[in-house]
């Protein structure tokens, strides 16, 4: 079974507005943690932000934010602000306490910010 | 502070032959953990290495193999290649018990 779910495999957004991106997860660790990374066609995979399960507040970091279900085992990445550089692909991933240090990751969603 | 980095950039082999990965971690950072990405595909866990020992393997058969050094770098070996083990190899550090992992650009490796 996926652990990790993506269902967006693209998405389009305008300069400016804002996009969520949808991850769901599948876990029967109490203890998780939950990524997500861009991947520019360049290769490189950059951290966002992070969401762990026993965290109370949805994670922020500047224009990135989560939106964290624990209940629906959902993390969705809100870009706000669009930006024509936040073009590239995006990973959901989750590290399980149980699994050291391995993280899975969903198949990812390509996202295009259109001017 | 110097970020992960990976060597060689691109490679390309022809089938049954051997090949080694190389990757030096960020500074201060005595986990590495080695990835395999597929064209279309998300990251797949190879292995994990802390402290020069293997510490957690993903789905991959024994031909796949590493190395971390005491001052942590790290090596990924594979040997008799195959067609399907053309993929972008990701090298992930990290600091035991930090929650991101810091990724290297890649080795794109074709195999032939």
């Known amino acids: 079974a996926q652990k990790i779910t993506q269902t967006q495999p693209g998405m389009f957004v305008q300069e400016k507005e804002a996009v969520t991106l949808d991850c769901t997860y599948d876990?029967?660790?109490?203890?998780?943690?939950l990524f997500w990374y861009k991947q520019p066609s360049s290769g490189e995979m950059i951290f966002l932000i992070y969401?762990?399960?026993?965290?109370?507040q949805n994670a922020t970091e500047g224009r990135y934010s989560l939106n964290f279900q624990k209940a629906r085992k959902s993390a969705n990445l809100v870009i706000s602000a669009s930006q024509l550089g936040d073009s590239a692909m995006y990973f959901c991933?989750?590290?399980?306490?149980?699994?050291?240090?391995?993280?899975?990751f969903g198949q990812g969603t390509e996202l295009s910010v259109k001017p | 502070e110097t970020g992960v980095t990976q060597s060689p950039t691109h490679l390309i082999k022809t089938r049954g032959q051997q090949v080694t990965l190389r990757c030096s971690s960020q500074?201060?950072?005595?986990?590495v953990s080695w990835y395999q990405q597929a064209l279309g595909q998300g990251p797949q866990f190879i292995f994990q290495?802390?402290?020069?020992?293997?510490?957690g393997r993903g789905n991959f058969p024994p031909r796949f193999s590493g190395l971390q050094f005491p001052n942590y770098s790290s090596e990924l070996n594979v040997n008799a290649l195959e067609l399907d083990d053309s993929a972008l190899y990701l090298c992930?550090?990290?600091?035991?018990?930090?929650?991101?992992?810091?990724f290297g650009d890649g080795t794109r490796l074709s195999i032939l």
């Open positions: 992930a550090s990290s600091l035991e018990g930090e929650r991101p992992q810091h």
């Open positions: 969401q762990g399960s026993y965290d109370q």
């Open positions: 991933a989750m590290r399980e306490r149980n699994q050291g240090g391995k993280l899975i």
């Open positions: 876990t029967s660790d109490p203890s998780y943690g």
């Open positions: 500074s201060g950072h005595n986990t």
């Open positions: 290495y802390y402290r020069e020992e293997e510490n």
